[in-house]
């Protein structure tokens, strides 16, 4: 089970983290992705990472501004988001994939996990 939370609103160029809390003992075998949808439009991949770290991928809409993380320990995945726009706004959702080996996913059916979703609202 998955737990997001950090969302919020927030002026144009301000910063957020988001937070995704997994349930179990075994998220070192998970990877991660954050993915958002825009009121009306698909769900997509903001950001993954591999079940242990070594690995990163940035849709190119994001990159330089956002950085996805994890810390194993706490069995949790984090997106930092710096410089937020407008077009930042959106749900985000956080998603986990078992058994994943030391690759990255950028699929939405590609992850069988799926957080609630959090808003992030960015102002201009």
């Known amino acids: 089970q998955l737990q997001a939370s950090g969302g919020g609103l927030v002026q144009a160029g301000g910063s957020l983290r988001l937070s995704c809390a997994a349930s179990g003992r075994t998220f070192s075998r998970y990877a991660a992705g954050w993915f958002r949808q825009a009121s009306g439009k698909e769900r997509d991949v903001v950001a993954a990472?591999?079940?242990?770290?070594?690995?990163?991928y940035y849709a190119d809409s994001v990159k330089g501004r956002f950085t996805i993380s994890r810390d194993n320990a706490k069995n949790t995945v984090y997106l930092q988001m710096n410089s937020l726009k407008p077009e930042d706004t959106a749900v985000y959702y956080c998603?986990?994939?078992?058994?994943?080996?030391?690759?990255?996913?950028?699929?939405?059916?590609?992850?069988?996990?799926w957080g609630q979703g959090t808003q992030v609202t960015v102002s201009s």
């Open positions: 998603a986990a994939r078992d058994y994943s080996g030391p690759y990255i996913y950028t699929g939405v059916r590609e992850y069988g996990y």
């Open positions: 990472i591999s079940d242990r770290g070594g690995s990163t």
